[in-house]
């Protein structure tokens, strides 16, 4: 084992509905078997054009009391849209948990680097289903194996800051599971379970910046090829014990 | 910016009380100026002396009931010990805030990878204070300028499995600070704080696995040398609003 880069595939032009996301990167990077592509959240709702224009929002009643006077109403109207459940709000601040199941700031919907003013870009509906669908692509054109990841910056109980997690995966291990294996004294590594598609998301993120445009990076030296996806990272409420 | 690579630093010894940590890596790696030297927590611990027998514990009535006749109860009184406040508990298993204030499973204490069958092993003391003490042996011994971060695996809410976290930083950006600046479209980023350094860590505990005794990583190629500690990632619980 002797390592592994997280490289950025730079050049990317500012991204549209509709753009060829695959072929934008295959025309950047040489892919090769085992290597994982992360891209940023934004690149793929961008593309899959999950992108919505203030002015068509209608702001009810709550949203603007949530607005509480400090943000756009008609933004946290999205986010309650996107919502199916406000985990914690502290006006205009709101976490909550998406559709997918994720918990974080404002459903995942997030103005900056948005492509028009008066526009927020929302999370893909699936991002289980955009990675499935940018790894097939990139396969037909490069008949390179590779696993994909979608990444989003997401804040967490007890920690500053953000880190970025992977919120969609297609034919990557994103949760090594060693339940039963031993340690080299012997001992029973009891729900030994480590996130490596959030640990690769976040390699990825350091190359990312947030005002470089670079949403893309490719991992390569790393043995994680597999058949999971980014729903195998959301825990059930039920067995969450750090909740 | 090409990027970044994560190197293990293979064939160090199995590591006791007293060991030269810094030489054992300057004899199997050469260092440049702005690489971070990522250790594994417990690399750090053993060689601190931070390992406790469980035959010299006497538990109290507290701890023989959170063991709930699941777990040892001497292992239970020293996670009690190295506790300030129980956050979560489904006995015998506690999440708890340390004496450094992270949260945490048994307040970092674990038996997995202890050198001795009946002992545990605890936090460093000052996790920072560990950091800077490696980072300047480093400095002695080769004349690199590199950050140091100490590393240990933490489980968090809504994600599944656990993700490495800066537990211990000297001269690393852990948290880059956006606030205020824009993005391309002008868009001010507000409140943007990457975990830098808890990004870092993910990406080393890639090369460590958790069976393989690989607990040292050097990052090269990241610009992020800088002037924090890991305490800089503990947030106040009152300004935690995913708390």
């Known amino acids: 084992m002797s390592g592994f880069s997280v490289t950025p595939v730079e050049g990317l032009p500012e991204l549209r509905e509709g753009d060829d996301l695959a072929g934008l990167i295959v025309e950047r990077t040489e892919l090769e078997d085992g290597d ?48 199916t459940e406000l985990v914690r709000v502290r006006p205009p601040l709101l976490i909550a948990r998406t559709k997918h199941g994720f918990v974080c700031g404002s459903a995942g919907v997030d103005a900056s680097n948005a492509p028009e003013p008066e526009t927020v870009v929302l999370l893909p509906l699936d991002s289980d289903a955009s990675a499935a669908r ?4 990139l396969r037909e054109r490069t008949g390179a194996n590779v696993g994909v990841i979608v990444t989003d910056s997401f804040g967490r109980p007890w920690r500053a800051g953000t880190t970025d997690v992977a919120i969609g995966a297609a034919g990557v291990e ?35 910046g947030k005002l470089d445009r670079v949403p893309v990076a490719v991992i390569r030296g790393l043995d994680v090829l597999g058949d999971m996806q980014g729903a195998d990272l959301v825990i059930p409420p039920e067995t969450d014990l750090f909740r």
Chains 1, 2 share one sequence.
């Open 36 to 83: 994982v592509v992360v891209v940023a959240q934004k690149a793929v709702s961008k593309v899959e054009g999950r992108v919505v224009a203030l002015a068509g929002i209608e702001p009810s009643e709550q949203a603007v009391e949530l607005a509480a006077g400090l943000a756009d109403p008609r933004r946290i109207q999205v986010i309650l849209d996107e919502s």
């Open 134 to 137: 940018l790894r097939e692509e």
């Open 174 to 208: 994103v949760l090594r599971i060693l339940d039963g294996e031993r340690d080299p004294a012997g001992y029973e590594l009891h729900a030994t379970r480590m996130a490596l598609g959030d640990e690769i998301a976040g390699a990825a993120q350091l190359v990312f």
